[in-house]
């Protein structure tokens, strides 16, 4: 069946850096764009990073640029969201989104808290 599991998220001190990862089974993930969602408490779900199904191509949104990088491993079926100089804004459940044409998978998300 298909899956996305996000792994990666936990508690982190504004300054840090944390790696999320997220593991596709299921489908033929090379075909497929993948991105980075976040969603804080009481906000509207964003867009944070995405990258085309060869890595050729990235985009980020403006409030990350700098700070964050998305890659992906074809050959693991994994995309990574590499996170640095965190700061408490960041704090969310970070989703990792596959999408080709009308498809679209979700995983369940992981936390992540920027607090001192």
């Known amino acids: 069946q298909v899956q996305l599991v996000e792994s990666g998220g936990g508690l982190v001190q504004p300054g840090g850096s944390l790696r999320l990862s997220c593991a596709a089974s299921?489908?033929?993930?090379?075909?497929?764009?993948v991105n980075w969602y976040r969603q804080a408490l009481g906000k509207e779900r964003e867009l944070v990073a995405g990258?085309?199904?060869?890595?050729?191509?990235?985009n980020y949104a403006d409030s990350v640029k700098g700070r964050f990088t998305i890659s992906r491993d074809n050959a693991k079926n994994t995309v990574y969201l590499q996170m640095n100089s965190l700061e408490p804004e960041d704090t969310a459940v970070y989703y990792c989104?596959?999408?080709?044409?009308?498809?679209?998978?979700w995983g369940k998300g992981t936390l992540v808290t920027v607090s001192s």
């Open positions: 299921g489908f033929t993930f090379t075909n497929y764009r």
């Open positions: 990258i085309t199904n060869t890595g050729g191509s990235t």
């Open positions: 989104n596959a999408h080709y044409f009308w498809t679209d998978y």
